[in-house]
């Protein structure tokens, strides 16, 4: 079992900037890809950004040249800092790991933290 905790959400002003971080315990043996999520009120969720453990990034347009998604693999942590922020990025931000085996050659599963509000306004 993986646990994922997200932190550093919260209020910020148009254009400002915030980071997010989600550290990942348990039985973790390795995790491919670990990503960022959003969900605003009445949307579906949608990617933000993603990272696997070879370092290659996906973003999503919306966010592309504002948001750098980084990862601290023997941390098991990911960040995600914001910059040049909108008031049509507030959401709840979700944390997800994909593909995490507690063994060697254990089953791969995928895990979601419990989200972190960003609100951005004036």
């Known amino acids: 079992q993986v646990q994922l905790v997200e932190s550093g959400g919260g209020l910020v002003q148009p254009g400002g900037s915030l980071s997010l971080s989600c550290a990942a315990s348990?039985?973790?043996?390795?995790?491919?890809?670990m990503g960022w999520y959003r969900q605003a009120p009445g949307k579906q969720r949608e990617l933000v950004a993603s990272?696997?453990?070879?370092?290659?990034?996906n973003y999503a347009d919306s966010v592309k040249g504002r948001f750098t998604i980084s990862r601290d693999n023997a941390k098991n942590t990911v960040y995600l800092q914001m910059s040049r922020l909108k008031p049509e990025d507030t959401a709840v931000y979700y944390c997800?790991?994909?593909?995490?085996?507690?063994?060697?050659?254990?089953?791969?599963?995928?895990?979601w933290g419990q989200g972190t509000q960003v609100t951005v306004s004036s």
């Open positions: 997800k790991a994909d593909r995490a085996v507690s063994t060697m050659w254990g089953p791969e599963y995928d895990y």
């Open positions: 348990g039985s973790i043996f390795s995790i491919y890809g």
């Open positions: 990272i696997v453990s070879g370092g290659r990034r």
